[in-house]
């Protein structure tokens, strides 16, 4: 059955204005549960100097999106992803959001794929109709600083039919890949780039990725491969085929005790998005001079170590969320040099997002699940 975009006067920025165009698109109104994303008909993006806009031909779904709608990034949630959503944890938290108070109402959708349709004022007209990847991670101020800012989480991002950024951030990508296969990129791929960039991650050394068929795990096991590491991965027992298929040397199944199957000491590099109980493991796993790269922690933030692990094995702690210079351009040139492929897990209508994140939160699949807009006319 067809979904009807609702056009329910809501008294908010995206309210149609009588006379300018519309799009439809997916807004987020608050903290909470599937009911808080609202299929709406709304007011189009108007450019400034410096801006594109893009139609929107796909756009992935990512932990981030959930996170931030149930506000688990505020220090008052201490579960799981999944826990936390079960339990209904939205507590309108001022601190549930990336860097600051979430800007809602807003539109999500940290990926995108799209084309541009229009420039801002004196913008650079012969890039329109070029295909191109959005740079979610942004600097505030440049690379001189790590201060940042997200597409889809501190302001509008990719789950409608448009959608405008900066021109700098639009990387036009020449390849023969779907629009669906580039939208599992940007966040999921950028986020793994960026671990194995700063983690500096090099040939022969011994690195093991937790969660390792989810979007951001299997990028990082083709990133790690990539660079001529050797990779053990962790994974359920029904993807170690798949998981060996994109490049890990060895799987490890998610139920076995890993400490006590490979012992301490065995690792140069721990690539864990996942921390939660199992992260004092992890730093027994690691060699002397180990580092510990993480951009997540889906298991549960909350976790405990012995310091004497840590001190006494001179180990590195490298957090990463804002994205390095080097580590979009670099994905661009993978893509069209054919260095890594897609894994696209399974596709829906934009209109279908709940049941998506839904879905997506039962783990059973390998690498990434991508939303398509509706077709539009212009």
């Known amino acids: 059955m067809e ?31 599937y009911e808080k994303l609202e299929c709406r008909e709304v007011r189009m993006p108007s450019l400034e100097s410096g801006e594109v806009l893009l139609q929107v031909l796909a756009a992935g779904v990512n932990n981030t999106e959930i996170n931030t709608r149930i506000g688990w990034y505020s220090s008052s949630i201490t579960t799981s992803t999944e826990s936390a959503t079960e339990k209904q944890l939205a507590l309108s938290n001022t601190d549930g959001g990336w860097n600051e108070a979430t800007p809602f109402p807003f539109i999500q959708g940290t990926d995108c794929c799209g084309r541009i349709v229009a420039v801002g004022p004196g913008g650079d007209e012969s ?29 509008d991002g990719a789950f409608a039919q448009y959608v405008k950024v900066p021109a700098s951030e639009a990387f036009i990508v020449n390849c023969d890949w779907s629009d669906a296969e580039l939208g599992t990129i940007p966040c999921a791929y950028g986020t793994a780039e960026n671990m194995v960039h ?47 298929a994109i490049g890990a040397d060895l799987v490890v199944r998610r139920d076995e005790n890993i400490l006590s199957k490979l012992g301490e000491k065995c690792f140069d590099i721990i690539i864990d998005n996942v921390a939660g109980p199992s992260f004092g493991d992890m730093i027994k796993l690691l060699k002397r001079n180990g580092r510990y790269v993480s951009s997540g922690a889906i298991g549960g933030p909350i976790v405990t170590f012995d310091m004497r ?58 690498g990434n699940f991508v939303l398509i807009p509706p077709s539009t006319d212009e």
């Open 3 to 33: 979904t009807k975009w609702d056009t329910t006067p809501k008294n908010d920025r995206f309210e149609p204005i009588s006379g300018e165009k519309t799009m439809k698109a997916v807004v987020t109104a608050g903290n909470g549960g």
């Open 309 to 366: 692990d840590f001190y006494l094995k001179d180990l590195r702690l490298i957090g990463c969320t804002a994205w390095d210079a080097p580590v979009f351009p670099n994905l661009i040139s993978y893509i069209e040099k054919g260095e890594i492929k897609p894994l696209v897990a399974k596709i829906f209508p934009l209109e279908q997002i709940a049941d998506a994140q839904r879905e997506f939160l039962e783990k059973k699949f390998v």
């Open 127 to 155: 890039s329109i109709g070029a295909r191109v990847l959005v740079r979610a991670c942004m600097r505030r101020f440049d690379f001189e600083s790590m201060e940042n800012i997200w597409m889809g989480s501190d302001f």
């Open 198 to 244: 700063r983690g500096n991650v090099s040939k022969d050394e011994h690195i093991l990725v937790t969660g390792a068929s989810g979007g951001v795990g299997s990028a990082v096991v083709q990133l790690a491969k990539r660079r001529g590491a050797i990779v053990t991965a962790i994974a359920s027992a029904s993807k170690v085929e798949q998981v060996l």
